[in-house]
C-alpha cells in the first residue's frame, strides 16, 4: 500500500529550510515541496504568494525567529487545518508565551516547536538511564553546544552577531531541552543561565542547577572550540558519555573502568525530528500537546534569561 503524497511548504529558503527539505526528500515519497519567501522568488522552487502554504498539508516555519508568531496568526486567520512545525525556539520575545500557548491550543495535536536534540534516540537512552538509577544517589549531568564559529566572516554578517541573547535563545535553549528530557519540565525552575562577564563578545552562556538528587552544568559557546554536542550522565558506579555521535557505557569501580560499551552512534541532527513529525502528518495522527507545552516553556526560560540580562 503507498503512503499519501503531501504539499509541504517550508517558509524560508536558506539554512535549516534546506535541511529540512533535504531530510524530508530522503523519505523517498512522493511530496512537493515547495518554499515560501515574502520577496525572494530567485529561485525556480520559491514562491511568494501566501497561497502556497495556506493549501499545504504540512508547514514548516524556518524563517527568522522573530517572523514566527507572524505565519502563526496567518494560518490561524485563514483556518488552516494541515500540521505546522515550527523551527525553534519559536519566539524571541517573552511576551509571546502567551500567543504561543494560546495557537498550541487552536492547532492542539498537528503543531510542533523542533528542538530536535530531545527527540533523539541518544537522550532517550539518556533519560531511561536516568529513571534507571533514580533513589540510588546524586546524578550529576554535563553538556555543551560549542560551535566555534563567533570569529568567521559568516558568523560576523550574520543575525547571531548582533543579537547578544541568540547565544541563549538559540543555542543555550538546546540544552535546556535535553535536561527537560531527562529530569522533567520542572527542571527548569531549578536551572540558572547567565552569559560569561568576561566574554565581551556575549557569545558563551553557562547554565547550571540543582536538587537534591541532581546538579546540572552546562555550556554553550558560539567561540570555544568545538566539542559539541557532549552530554554526560554520572552516578555512583557509572558514566554515560554521548560524544563524537557516539553513546558510551563505563562502568567504573574504585577509579578503575570495569566495561565499556558503545550504546548508540546517532548525529543528533534536525532528522529525526523532522521526519517523525511528517510521518505523523501524513498519517493524520496526534502530536503529543505535553511536549508542545513543555517546549514553549523552555523557551520562555532561555528568552526570559534575554529579559533580565538586558535590565541589568
Known sequence: MSSIAMKICIIGKSN?????????KEMNELDNILFYHPTFTDNIDVFNDMKVFLDSDLVIIASPTE???HYLKLLEANHYTGYIYIEKPGFNDPSHQIDLMRLGEVFKGRIKIGYHMR???VVKALGDFVNESGNKGLIIVRAMITKNISGTESFL???RAYDKFAISHTLASHLLSVFVELFGVKILENIDLGLMAANRDADTCILSGFTDEVYISGVASWGLTRVSPYIEVITKDSRLIFSNNKLKLLRVSENSILASTTILEESLSIKRSIQEFARQARKSQQVDHKVFVENVRITTKAVSNILELSSS
Open 119 to 121: 527527540d533523539s534516540k
Open 67 to 69: 517572523s514566527h508568531l
Open 157 to 159: 554578517n550574520s543575525w
Open 16 to 24: 535549516h529550510a534546506r535541511f529540512h527539505h533535504k531530510f524530508i
